[in-house]
């Protein structure tokens, strides 16, 4: 049995990473040889026959002595397995010892680490695993695999997420294009109970899906179109070319060669570019625009490639949100496709029934027409040639020097804009009515903040005293408000001891810090 276990499995050969993948495997194999046990726990490799209390020819002795023989077999059997599974530049670690558990050892005290080295790596896991998200341009076998990847190293590193965790890192994880597919399995199965297995079939079958939705109808939404020998444009036959008939043209509909496709059918109908118009087409397997203008939020990472009406394969340069309104308020409509060269805009029934039907409210087109009479009087001219003096502008009107400018007879009525142009602000006295005629006669204060930021020592206001005759200043730097009356005590007893002079009067804006009843009575004190 052991020899036809060897044949059927292959020994994994390590190579330095993903130690705990290749030591699951190589575990495996040992198992299958009856190995582990040996490598795990080791045995005693001394001498039977040395031991007190047996006899050297004794049949016990023999026995054990056989045993032990088989043992150490067995062993070099399983060195050999570990030997063997390690590349040239890992075997150099493990050349020199001689049990299968040593080698075991110091293989897994180097690659897998002490607990705090696992606790290390296992938080770094978690946080890619947080972070982990399905692109655009990925397909979900591929992120799939990553996903479950993490998972499985995270449970060599001793945390086993629970299947909850699982489904719902799934669903969330996803692209816009799997909202359909995950709103329904959100809607129509129980999230506690539901199996991974189940959820990724389901996004594996919709991921088919959409790929063969893409490959047909990306195609077939564009027809190829013959093209006119007359004018060299596509879309009819020179039988029936606009620029041969003399006659008005009428009856567009029944010039139009049959393709089957809403957007060329209607391109053959106007040569009328309607930038704003867009055509509803259910053989369209996307939205899709040829104006960047009407899109926003447009991203660049697109692959996809659309085949024209000329045969010629154009790449998607982007795709956007299109923002239009309705009756009922603006609507944004997602995943349109921006196809240089494209004329008309399409919008996909397709695409619209995957984030579930609505009802589209049109908003009938309306005309606005002004009515204005035209009026020609002194005030009106007086604003057009720019405030101008009304003796000028009579003068311009009496000698034709302005043309269309007529005969104005009435006086300018007051300008309220010539008005407001010509006031002034009386002007500052030089000097003010009254200053202090000695230090700390007439002291200024105020106080300034909250700062947003606070400074290296937690303050954000800072208190300010001017003297009015020196105009001196000194500035304190304060936590809070409420410091203020403390610091305005140490103002006044260092100037005052400094000067000779005493404080006699304070001029503030009267805010609460300068109005309290301690300091009130404090002033009125001193």
Not at 20 to 35: A, D, M, Q, V, Y
Not at 108 to 113: A, I, S, T
Not at 166 to 179: E, M
Not at 223 to 233: L, N, Y
Request: some cysteine; proline content about 2%; aromatic content about 8%.
């Amino acid at each position: 049995m052991a020899g036809s276990s060897s044949s059927e499995l292959r020994t994994p050969v390590f190579n330095g990473e993903n130690y705990e993948f290749w030591s699951i495997r190589l575990k495996t194999i040992l198992k299958s040889h009856g190995l582990w046990d040996l490598v795990e726990n080791g045995f005693d490799a001394s001498d039977p026959t040395k031991e007190k209390g047996k006899e050297e020819g004794s049949k016990a002795a023999e026995e054990e002595k056989s045993v032990t023989a088989e043992t150490l077999m067995k062993d070099a059997r399983a060195l050999g397995l570990i030997q063997g599974a390690v590349s040239d530049q890992i075997f150099p670690r493990i050349v020199n010892e001689e049990t299968s558990k040593g080698a075991w050892d110091i293989l897994k005290q180097e690659f897998r680490g002490d607990k705090q080295v696992r606790s290390v790596k296992l938080q770094g896991l978690r946080k890619e695993f947080e972070h982990t998200r399905m692109k655009d341009s990925e397909s979900f076998s591929v992120y799939a695999a990553k996903l479950f990847d993490l998972i499985n190293q995270m449970k060599n590193y001793g945390e086993e997420l629970p299947r909850e965790r699982v489904v719902q890192k799934l669903l969330i994880s996803l692209p816009r294009s799997y909202d359909s597919i995950c709103s329904v399995i959100e809607h129509s199965k129980d999230l506690d109970t539901l199996e991974i297995q189940e959820v990724v079939a389901s996004l594996k079958n919709f991921e088919l899906r959409l790929d063969r939705h893409n490959e047909n109808s990306t195609e077939k939404a564009f027809t190829r179109k013959p093209k006119c020998r007359g004018c060299g444009k596509f879309g009819h036959m020179v039988r029936n070319c606009h620029d041969n008939q003399s006659v008005q043209k009428v009856n567009y509909p029944n010039q139009v060669e049959e393709t089957g496709t809403l957007f060329y059918a209607c391109n053959a109908v106007t040569d009328v570019k309607m930038s704003n118009s867009w055509y509803v087409d259910s053989g369209c397997s996307n939205h899709m625009t040829g104006d960047e203008r009407l899109l926003i939020d447009i991203r660049r990472d697109v692959t996809s490639k659309v085949k024209m009406g000329t045969g010629e394969t154009v790449q998607v340069a982007g795709k956007g949100t299109l923002v239009i309104e309705t009756k009922t308020g603006r609507k944004h409509i997602q995943e349109v496709m921006l196809v240089p060269g494209l004329e008309e805009n399409l919008l996909s029934v397709g695409q619209m029934m995957e984030h579930g039907c609505f009802s589209l409210t049109m908003v009938p087109a309306t005309q606005l027409v002004l009515r204005a009479s035209v009026t020609h009087s002194l005030q009106t001219w007086h604003k057009r040639l720019g405030h101008l003096n009304d003796q000028s502008i009579k003068m311009l009107a009496n000698q034709d020097m302005v043309h269309g400018l007529p005969s104005l007879e009435k006086d300018l009525a007051v300008c309220e804009g010539c008005k407001l142009g010509k006031q002034h602000r009386d002007s500052f006295p030089a000097e003010s009515t009254w200053r202090a005629q000695s230090p700390l006669e007439l002291v200024h204060t105020d106080i300034c903040g909250p700062m947003q930021i606070a400074s290296m020592s937690e303050n954000r206001y800072f208190l300010l005293f001017i003297d009015d005759y020196t105009r001196m200043a000194w500035v304190y730097f304060l936590r809070n408000k409420s410091n203020a009356f403390e610091c305005f005590k140490k103002f006044k007893a260092m100037t005052e001891l400094q000067s000779g002079h005493k404080v006699k009067s304070l001029r503030s804006d009267r805010d609460g810090e300068f109005m309290s009843n301690e300091f009130l009575t404090y002033c009125s004190e001193a």
